[in-house]
């Protein structure tokens, strides 16, 4: 008889290895955590095998082979060589595994034979999670910023485990939590409308899970109004200049004409008083 089990399993008696046993685990990125496994068996232990296979939560359909105990030799999936060993074969079935890595979080079996013993493997489970602090988020925005515009700042991380939560906030003048709209787990945006100069400032995303937080930041300088009216009115200018210009010509080719035709001298004083007289008020409407 052979049992391998986990904590929610009655131990099987006499059991050689009973300490307690996690049906889950937690380790933090870059430690190293035992993963238990004991059996129980009256048979002697020359031809005992051990299986531990891994189905990662990135691909559950494609299990792995971590590491096999066969006929006293030990063989170690490509993947993992170097950071997974027995830590008391054959007494024990526990493996260790070093250095973890976020992809190494999954369902772990592990399987226990010892022929002659009818095979009727029990099978060990456990679940390892791999903590890992958010990793830096990245701020971007688009839009148009100017009075009146709209802008979105969206913010995305890339990892963390558990899932990190995303904050926007206006730091200045004084500190907003602003709503947040989320686009799947890892990013999430603000939306900003109509714009006006008091959304100037500066803006931070915040990706927060228990191992930390880490920030990105952005800052908003809305244009003011004063720069495009600005243009606008020096356009309008150059407009009313140029009008100014074109009706002067104007006069002048028509008082040329009329000087040609010899109406000239009968109305010399008259026509230099309307020159005077008609020129300035247009001036003044213009300027
Ligand atoms: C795991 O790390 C420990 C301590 O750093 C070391 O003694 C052991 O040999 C390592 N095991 C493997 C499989 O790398
Ligand atoms: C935009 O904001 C200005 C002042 O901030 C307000 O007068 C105007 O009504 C707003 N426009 C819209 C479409 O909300």
């Given amino acids: 008889m052979k049992k391998c089990i986990k904590n929610n399993f009655p131990p099987p008696p006499p059991p050689p290895v009973t300490a307690a046993r996690e049906s889950s685990l937690e380790v933090v990125r870059g430690d190293f955590v035992v993963l238990p ?24 359909e494609t299990p792995i082979q971590v590491i096999v105990y066969d006929h006293g030799q030990v063989i170690e999936d490509r993947s993992l060589t170097g950071r997974v060993a027995f830590t008391g074969i054959p007494w024990s079935a526990d493996i260790v595994l070093n250095d973890t890595h976020v992809s190494d979080a999954g369902v772990y079996r592990c399987m226990v034979n010892n022929p002659p013993e009818p ?46 939560k995303i904050h926007w906030d206006k730091l200045n003048p004084k500190e907003i939590s602003l709503p947040i709209n989320m686009e799947g787990d890892m990013s999430g945006s603000v939306q900003i409308v109509n714009m006006s100069s008091q959304m100037s400032g500066l803006y931070r995303c915040s990706a927060t899970n228990p191992l930390g937080t880490e920030n990105c930041y ?27 210009l074109l009706a002067l010509l104007v006069l002048m080719l028509w008082l040329r004409r009329m000087g040609q035709n010899g109406r000239w001298r009968e109305g010399k004083e008259e026509c230099y008083s309307e020159i005077r007289y008609t020129a300035p008020p247009m001036k003044r409407s213009f300027v």
Avoid: H
């Avoid at 493997?121 to 009075?147: H, K, M, T, Y």
């Fill in 37 to 60: 496994c004991s059996f129980f068996t009256s048979s002697p232990i020359s031809k005992l095998n051990v299986i531990w296979t891994l189905s990662p939560f990135s691909s559950p």
């Fill in 119 to 164: 095979a009727d493997p029990d099978i060990g489970e456990l679940v390892l999670s791999v903590l890992a602090p958010p990793s830096l988020p990245v701020c971007q925005w688009n839009g148009d910023i100017d009075v009146g515009g709209s802008v979105t700042l969206s913010c995305s991380v890339m990892e963390g485990v558990p899932t990190p």
């Fill in 218 to 244: 952005l800052s908003l300088s809305i244009y003011t109004p004063d720069i495009s009216s600005g243009i606008l009115q020096g356009v309008l200018l150059t407009l009313s200049m140029s009008l100014v």
